[in-house]
């Protein structure tokens, strides 16, 4: 089992992939700079360039799951559509995408590929937390309900590992509250 997580170089996945390495889950960061800390496994993949496709799947043939953080574009569906079947021909079973609690499924953007996972028949979750997620710097610590009962976090990363490995189809939102 391993777990590709993209936007691997940004503020969830780089947490998830710890949270994962703890619990002994393989993951591979995909960015397009490819940058991964160390003990960690990085690789080049850029959504809109389909000539990095495979460079995942060179890494580890067995890739089982796709956490999906979207790239900056104007269709994500079409942006995001093509890497995901070429994903699900290479034998990837779950597809995780993080979207945000102000986006419904079938609405704009996240919305669409949300969408498009619920139609596409496959094992599929979707993330969406509030945009409160913004207050989250490297700085600051990652708080969850499980791991500190005084936090002021309803949930929040522990669970979105928890889903990649765990959950089958469904559709969570992650509400979370702001600092004080
Ligand atoms: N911030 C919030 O408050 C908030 C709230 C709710 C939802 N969200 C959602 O969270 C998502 C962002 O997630 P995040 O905060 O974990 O990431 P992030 O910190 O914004 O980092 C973005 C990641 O995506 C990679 N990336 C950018 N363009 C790419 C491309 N074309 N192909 C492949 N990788 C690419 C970046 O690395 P490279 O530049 O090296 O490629 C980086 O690893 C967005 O979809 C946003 O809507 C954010």
């Not at 889950?25 to 496994?41: E, W």
């Not at 509030?130 to 929040?156: H, N, V």
Request: proline residues 6%.
């Amino acid at each position: 089992m391993t777990i590709l997580l993209t936007g691997g170089t940004g503020k969830t996945s780089s947490r998830i992939a710890h949270l994962l390495n703890k619990q002994d889950v393989p993951v591979i960061l995909a960015s397009r700079s490819g940058t991964a800390p160390t003990g960690f496994t990085g690789c080049r993949f850029d959504w809109l360039d389909e000539t990095t496709y495979g460079n995942p799947f060179e890494i580890e043939a067995n890739i089982t799951a796709l956490y999906m953080v979207a790239p900056v574009a104007f269709d994500l569906l079409a942006a995001m559509k093509p890497f995901t079947e070429y994903a699900i021909n290479k034998g990837v079973k779950r597809f995780v995408l993080l979207t945000s609690s102000t986006t419904p499924k079938g609405g704009h953007a996240h919305g669409k590929v949300h969408e498009y996972l619920a139609e596409r028949g496959v094992d599929y979750g979707v993330l969406r937390p509030t945009w409160f997620m913004g207050k989250y710097t490297a700085q600051k610590p990652i708080l969850s309900r499980e791991g500190s009962p005084s936090a002021k976090f309803f949930c929040t990363l522990n669970s979105c590992a928890s889903a990649i490995r765990h959950i089958p189809f469904f559709s969570y939102q992650l509400f979370i509250d702001p600092l004080t």
